[in-house]
């Protein structure tokens, strides 16, 4: 049901989420044993562990260091205001929600056509703040499966 709740701005402060770290460092870590050990030619298996290696700088730089979302507000009429690397921006839900009890993918419309994956691990936010957003997303979500499914829970 639709509550008082909703129609207040939601803030949600980001911290670094240590499961998100993990997660993307064994990935990292997995991908890179597999380059260098696996059954391909040398100058294949370099190529490969340098772009293994690039990707792990780019996603460390943009999801766990400077180039974070540090603040994100989910305001009542459905747009987003975001605080990262460059201030202030504002931005709109894209496609492609999903969300668990351990985490959440908000793809990020910002302005000028650009797309930002906002990932938020549980132990990474405020627990009232995740419970609200998560509260949040299943409404929206019940009410976009009557216009083009959009938003979807993980299952």
Not at 109 to 127: H, K, T
Request: charged share 20%; glycine share 10%; net charge positive.
């Amino acid at each position: 049901m639709w509550s008082g709740a909703f129609d207040k701005p939601l803030r949600i402060e980001i911290a670094v989420s240590r499961y998100l770290a993990a997660s993307l460092i064994t990935v990292h870590l997995l991908g890179l044993f597999a380059a260098v050990f696996g059954p391909w030619p040398v100058a294949v298996r370099c190529l490969l562990s340098a772009v293994i290696v690039l990707s792990a700088a780019a996603v460390a730089w943009r999801h766990l260091l400077a180039g974070r979302i540090t603040v994100a507000v989910w305001l009542p009429d459905g747009r987003w205001r975001v605080f990262g690397g460059v201030g202030w921006q504002d931005a709109r839900l894209g496609p492609g929600v999903r969300w668990s009890t351990l985490w959440v993918v908000l793809p990020l419309q910002m302005r000028g056509a650009r797309r930002r994956m906002l990932f938020l691990g549980r132990d990474g936010v405020d627990p009232d703040a995740f419970r609200r957003l998560r509260a949040r997303l299943t409404v929206a979500c019940e009410a976009e499966k009557a216009q083009n499914g959009a938003v979807k829970p993980f299952k």
